[in-house]
């Protein structure tokens, strides 16, 4: 067997599969689905209560060890990116933001992305790839910090590739695995509904949809996954399902100066997402250099919350963190 197999991103069936076609089918996989993933690092040798014959044949014959930043970069915020590279010679990009009690890992699910928003420097660059589960997970374990939460928010559309995602999450979420509570893991879609409806029904985690104006023909002009689903249609569906608090519904609203910042976008904003059980958050765009759009000012910003909030809405401001290592939201390029 060739030894550059790999164990991780194997879920707990396919490692029962590889004890049993070694002749070990009495032994308890998620003993080593525990060791490749709650015990990260631990050599399969640990293993105490496996018979050492079967300890030699995993040292032998698998590997554990995951991609390594080619490049890391640290934030004067303490946000670190680290640039990562498959065996293609793909680039993707993921992030350690530090806050108070909270250690947020921002991982991508492909390298580059289909679809093209305008503001965001990931869709400026093109499609290469759909990362696998190794991928995913490595930047998770790879960038080598603690983490107790997961957000899919670095490059590429996560619901575009979703079964990778949703195995990743599996692995993340599972008693075998890291153990880590679906309500600390969000994944960022622009809303691709038939996928969506499937993380709705799939995966428990939380969804934060890219709103970004309220105005179809607007926001057409600057995410072009409009064309196909409307966010009238994308709203319409959410309106359909429950979520609670230990499942969170955020919407993201990249604030453009004189672009999406105005009264008229707040009141219909507020319109829009009447009635449901949800959240706003408002981020400040982060210039790219592609692009002539700007940040709106400290009271324009104000202002734009406080209309919401007078429409029922919860909103955020949130900070963008890693800024001058370009590792904010929709700076991500995976170049070196
Ligand atoms: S914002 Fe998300 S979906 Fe849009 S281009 Fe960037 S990575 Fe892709």
Sequence with gaps: MDKSANLIGKN???????LSNAGYQNVNPSLLAHTLYKKFGRPLSSIATYPKSLRQFLEENFSTDVLQPILKLQSTDGTIKGLFENEDGKLFEAAWIPAVKRMTICVSSQAGCRFGCKFCSTGQNGFKGNLNVYEILSQIFGLQKPFNHIVFMGMGEPLDNFANVKKSIDILTAWWGVSLAHRYITISTVGLIPELQL???????NLAISLHSPFHNERKSIMPVENIYPIHEVISMLKAQKFTPKRRLSFEYLLIKDFNDSKSHAM??????KDMESHVNLIVYNPIPSQNFGAPDTSTIENFRKILNLQGLRVTIRKSSGYDISAACGMMTGSR
């Design 12 to 18: 707990l069936p396919q490692l029962s599969d590889i």
């Design 199 to 205: 993380a709705i029904e799939q995966l428990r985690c």
């Design 268 to 273: 219909e904003t507020g319109k829009l997402l």
